[in-house]
């Protein structure tokens, strides 16, 4: 599929292009997204279900085992050419927002400068009781699951409270700083690229919305039909791994 020339021309002369990503820019990267069923000790489990503090309250292991062994297939994997390209284009542009939805590091590890995690990060779970932060960029404080299976949350070191996965739940708000810095983005783009995201989690999804009401070009890539394709200006049935890196390529590749 190729990207049209309006498109990489509008990139060419784009001031501010903003890149809203969901789990979809890492399934090429082998991580599962939350459409696919989930596997092992949760597979009868919805993921809208496990990631809600109800269930946290419930069952603590069993959730956060659920999210150490996302952790470990997070550290298993390594980022791919949409996590690239969306790296490259930060380049090649005078002005680039990056938001996701994903709790994963892949965008980091590919290079992107500044990432705005509307949704929180595997790696940096907190203390229910004191709020302290952690920082898991490994195995430590909890050996990790070969595969999946209950565990217990370990203990804050300051008051003994519950650590909790460091993502945002179904029910709670997005964390105020991430969603205004994404917001005025959104108002602001040039060009708009959705990546990979089913668009069906509010607030995150109305950011499209916004950049086609305030005049963006917006681009949605999805091998999966969504509500956003009748809105954008180009929908590319395409995976991301694929099409970054090409509209990537024809946009500013010398010769
Ligand atoms: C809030 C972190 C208010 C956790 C996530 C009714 C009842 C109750 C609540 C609501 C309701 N209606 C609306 C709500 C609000 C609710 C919501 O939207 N619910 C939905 C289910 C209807 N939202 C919230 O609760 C939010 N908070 O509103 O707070 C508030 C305000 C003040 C004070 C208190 C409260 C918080 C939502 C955040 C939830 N956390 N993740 C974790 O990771 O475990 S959501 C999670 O699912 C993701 O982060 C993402 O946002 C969302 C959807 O996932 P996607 O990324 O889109 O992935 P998905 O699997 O769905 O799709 C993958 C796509 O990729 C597919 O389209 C596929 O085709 C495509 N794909 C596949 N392969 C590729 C590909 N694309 C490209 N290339 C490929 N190779
Ligand atoms: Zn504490």
Request: hydrophobic fraction near 40%.
């Amino acid at each position: 599929m190729d990207p049209h020339p309006q498109l990489l021309e509008s990139l060419r002369r784009a001031k501010h292009v903003v890149v809203l990503t969901g789990a979809g820019v890492s399934a090429e990267s082998g991580l599962a997204t939350f459409r696919d069923k989930q596997s092992g000790l949760w597979e009868k489990f919805d993921a809208l279900e496990l990631a809600t503090p109800a269930a946290f309250a419930k069952d603590p292991p069993l959730v956060w085992g659920w999210y150490e062994w996302r952790r470990a297939a997070v550290l298993r994997a390594q980022p791919n050419g949409a996590h690239k390209a969306i790296a490259d284009m930060a380049n090649a542009v005078p002005r680039l927002t990056l938001v996701t939805q994903n709790v994963d590091d892949l965008h980091e590890r590919a290079g992107s400068p500044s990432v705005l995690h509307l949704h929180g990060q595997l790696a940096h779970p907190y203390c229910e009781h004191c709020r302290r932060g952690y920082e898991f960029r490994s195995a430590e404080m909890s050996n990790l699951p070969q595969e999946g299976y209950r565990m217990e949350p370990p203990r804050c070191e300051s008051c003994g409270g519950r650590v909790r996965p460091g993502v945002v739940w179904f029910g709670e708000p997005l964390p105020a700083a991430e969603w205004h810095a994404a917001l005025g983005a959104a108002e602001a783009a040039d060009v708009f690229f959705c990546v990979g995201t089913s668009s069906t989690v509010q607030p995150a999804a109305s950011l499209t919305d916004i950049a086609i009401e305030a005049g963006a070009l917006t681009v949605q890539i999805n091998p999966n039909a969504t509500e956003v394709d009748a809105k954008v200006a180009f929908a590319y049935r395409a995976p991301a791994g694929e099409m970054l890196p090409q509209i990537v390529r024809r946009a500013w590749s010398k010769g």
